[in-house]
C-alpha cells in the first residue's frame, strides 16, 4: 500500500523561552559617560536627565540663574556709577549721587565691577559642575556594587612598643 500525501501529518513545535530578569546584568556602555557630559554641555540639565537623575536639574538651573541675575544686577549698578563718574569728570554736578564724594563712587564702581565678575564665574562653575556631575554619575551608575561587603574593627599590639593599634578593615569580595 502506497501511503498518499495527504495521510502525512504535519506536527508544530511551539517553543517557550523565559527569561530571569532579576539576574540580568545591564551591558556594559563605556560611552555613557562621555554621552552624558556632551548632553550635559549642550544643554544643561539633559545630562542628568540621560542619567535619571531628574531632581538635581532645578538645582543647576537655580544655581546659574542666580549667577545670571546678579551679574545684571552689577552691570547695571557698574553703569550707573561709571555714568554719574564720567558726568563728574565733564564738570556736571547734577548726578543720582549727591553727597557721595568722587573716590567713594569710584571705590562703587570697582566693587560692583568685581561683584559682576564674581558673578559670572559663579555662573560657569554652576555650568561646569553640571557637566562634571553629568559624567560622574553616569559612570557611578555603571558601577558593579557587590552585595558581600563587611566592615570590622581591629585591634592589635604592636609587640615593640607594647602599644595597641586600632584600625577599622572593610573587605569587599569582586565577583
Known amino acids: 500500500m502506497a501511503q498518499s500525501s495527504d495521510s502525512l501529518k504535519v506536527q508544530e513545535e511551539k517553543v517557550l523561552v523565559v ?41 543647576i538651573y537655580a544655581g546659574m540663574g542666580t549667577g545670571i541675575y546678579f551679574y545684571l544686577q552689577n552691570t547695571d549698578e557698574y553703569n550707573r556709577f561709571r555714568d554719574a563718574y564720567k ?9 543720582e549721587f549727591q553727597g557721595v564724594s568722587t573716590s567713594r563712587l569710584i571705590d562703587a564702581q570697582k566693587t560692583a565691577g568685581r561683584n559682576r565678575d564674581v558673578s559670572i564665574i559663579v555662573s560657569l562653575m554652576f555650568y561646569m559642575l553640571n557637566i562634571v556631575d553629568a559624567n ?4 557611578l551608575r555603571q558601577y558593579n556594587i557587590s552585595e558581600d561587603l ?20 572593610l573587605t569587599f569580595n569582586l565577583k
Open 136 to 139: 560622574v554619575d553616569a559612570h
Open 19 to 59: 527569561r530571569d530578569t532579576l539576574t540580568q546584568k545591564d551591558v556594559y556602555d563605556p560611552l555613557a559617560p562621555s554621552r552624558a557630559a556632551f548632553y550635559s554641555a549642550v544643554l544643561p540639565g539633559l545630562g542628568q536627565a540621560y542619567n535619571k537623575k531628574y531632581w538635581k536639574i532645578p538645582i
Open 87 to 95: 558726568r563728574r569728570l565733564a564738570g556736571y554736578t547734577d548726578d
Open 150 to 169: 563587611s566592615l570590622q574593627p581591629s585591634f592589635e599590639i604592636d609587640p615593640t612598643r607594647v602599644q595597641p593599634n586600632y584600625g577599622l578593615s
